[in-house]
């Protein structure tokens, strides 16, 4: 099985009890080829990659797989309304913001836009 997929089978799925019938818009918030999201292809989810603009452009890489991306800079704000997704994955995400911002406005944004549920 490929990274992501046993990713998510043995962490999202099993090992994190989450709700998934009340998961709806995901956002992969450091997508690099959209493998996050291609691991969720059999689940009723609508998945947003983000690749940061820091990092290589792989934006086509997820078109070419027929997913939805856009670039943005996480030190800035994210256009969206408030609690737009239900899901936000962000592996390393973390780690390597913290070398260019400044994190406690970045987690309010990460707050402002996880729905409650």
Known sequence: MWHWGHVVNSSYLAGVSIDWSNVRNVMDKLAVYGGFA?????????????VSVDS??????????????????????????PRSYDLLHADHFFSKLKKRCKLLPVMVEVDRRCSSS
């Open 38 to 50: 291609a691991a969720l292809k059999d689940m009723n989810v609508w998945v947003m990659n983000v």
């Open 56 to 81: 290589p452009d792989t934006l086509p890489i997820i078109y070419e797989r027929g997913l939805f991306g856009m670039y943005h800079d996480w030190c800035e704000s994210f256009s969206t309304y």
